[in-house]
């Protein structure tokens, strides 16, 4: 039996914000913070509709793209539907790693991969 803990919990509102996530082949859930989470990314749980689905959760300010405001982003594992507008909830659960500028976007989305696999390793063990 696996057993996880969340370090930290939130919910919100999926809102629409740059679609960039989706461009890069993780469509992403993003939700506005209003409590401080240390920022990084998290394997996470998400909550939608009564029903519990596998994430990677994104907090904090998108260096890369020199962004500057603080949010999540959530990525669903094995999930394509629209759910602007929707409430759902996010537990994080373990820390993959810290949030950091990467030199070019082909970087970023190979980094994102392995996240992606980190975090499926991590639900089938």
Known sequence: MHIILSMYKFWGKVRI?????KKLGFPTA???L???????IYI?????????YKS????GTVKTFDEKKYHAETYILDFNENIYGKWIS??????????????????LVRQMKKDEQDAR???TQ
């Open 34 to 40: 209003t409590k401080k989470i240390p920022e990084g």
């Open 17 to 21: 914000h740059n679609r960039r996530g």
């Open 44 to 52: 996470s749980l998400t909550r939608l509709a009564g029903k519990q």
């Open 56 to 59: 990677v959760t994104f907090i």
């Open 90 to 107: 996010v537990e994080l659960i373990k820390k993959l790693r810290a949030n950091k500028k990467f030199k070019s976007v082909d970087r």
């Open 30 to 32: 993003n939700i506005n």
């Open 121 to 123: 390793k991590y639900f």
